[in-house]
Nanobody
Framework: QVQLVESGGGLVQAGGSLRLSCAASGRTFSIYTMGWFRQAPGKERDFVARLRWNGSSTYYADSVKGRFTISRDNAKNTLYLQMNSLKPEDTAVYYC????????????????WGQGTQVTVSS
């Protein structure tokens, strides 16, 4: 099992920045992909960004490309999401996720999830 704990959410004005962190523990050696999804009230959980835990490729949703950066610190078993130029439509609960075998944008195939952290962007 892998445990994921997010931190770093909060309230920020439009145009501001936040950095989310996700600390992984447990069977971290089994992780193949880690990523971020978000879910706004009344909406589905949407893909934001992902990366291979032992690779260099990163992938982003079109809505965040150029504004968000996903990165990792393997030594600390921590995933990050740097969010710049935030917009009110970025308001959502952000979830960290991991998979042992899958690398894609479908939330259904990720088997580990954090509890989520709220990001609110005011206009």
């Amino acid at each position: 099992q892998v445990q994921l704990v997010e931190s770093g959410g909060g309230l920020v004005q439009a145009g501001g920045s936040l950095r989310l962190s996700c600390a992984a523990s447990g069977r971290t050696f089994s992780i193949y992909t880690m990523g971020w999804f978000r879910q706004a009230p009344g909406k589905e959980r949407d893909f934001v960004a992902r990366l291979r835990w032992n690779g260099s490729s990163t992938y982003y949703a079109d809505s965040v490309k150029g504004r968000f950066t996903i990165s990792r610190d393997n030594a600390k078993n921590t995933l990050y999401l740097q969010m710049n130029s935030l917009k009110p439509e970025d308001t959502a609960v952000y979830y960290c996720t991991a998979s042992d075998t899958y690398s894609g944008s479908n939330a259904a195939y990720y088997n580990y999830w954090g509890q989520g952290t709220q990001v609110t962007v005011s206009s």
